[in-house]
Nanobody, 124 residues
Framework: QVQLVESGGGLVQTGGSLRLSCAASGRTFYAMGWFRQAPGKEREFVACINWGGGNRLYADSVKGRFTISRDNAKNTVYLQMNSLKSEDTAVYYC???????????????????WGQGTQVTVSS
């Protein structure tokens, strides 16, 4: 019954922008995040957000360029990506944690549910 469905990926030129969406269903998630995985590389943390949206964490590589947000009325989390670089090319995954935690987590294994992923390709 729990599902996370990503959308919004695509091809964009260097310096361009994309907005990813993740629609959740089945339950309420107190913390959600975005991870990405490039070919031949491990899955890496991008950003995460708490229930109220007041606490957010970003990977150093995307800080200042990406913004994570959520709309709990729609059970949806977003990732606004600006000033995109070729290094941002990867499959982006939405993830959710099933329990409340005092601290946000950047560790993939601490997230319980995952979406199918959406491809983001940045070309020069």
């Amino acid at each position: 019954q729990v599902q996370l469905v990503e959308s919004g990926g695509g091809l964009v030129q260097t310096g361009g922008s994309l907005r990813l969406s993740c629609a959740a269903s089945g339950r309420t998630f107190y913390a959600m995040g975005w991870f990405r995985q490039a070919p031949g590389k491990e899955r890496e943390f991008v950003a995460c957000i708490n229930w109220g949206g007041g606490n957010r964490l970003y990977a150093d590589s995307v800080k200042g360029r990406f913004t994570i947000s959520r709309d709990n009325a729609k059970n949806t989390v977003y990732l606004q990506m600006n000033s995109l670089k070729s290094e941002d090319t990867a499959v982006y995954y939405c993830a959710a944690r099933s329990v409340v935690s005092v601290r946000l987590s950047t560790t993939p294994t601490q997230y319980d549910y995952w979406g199918q992923g959406t491809q983001v390709t940045v070309s020069s």
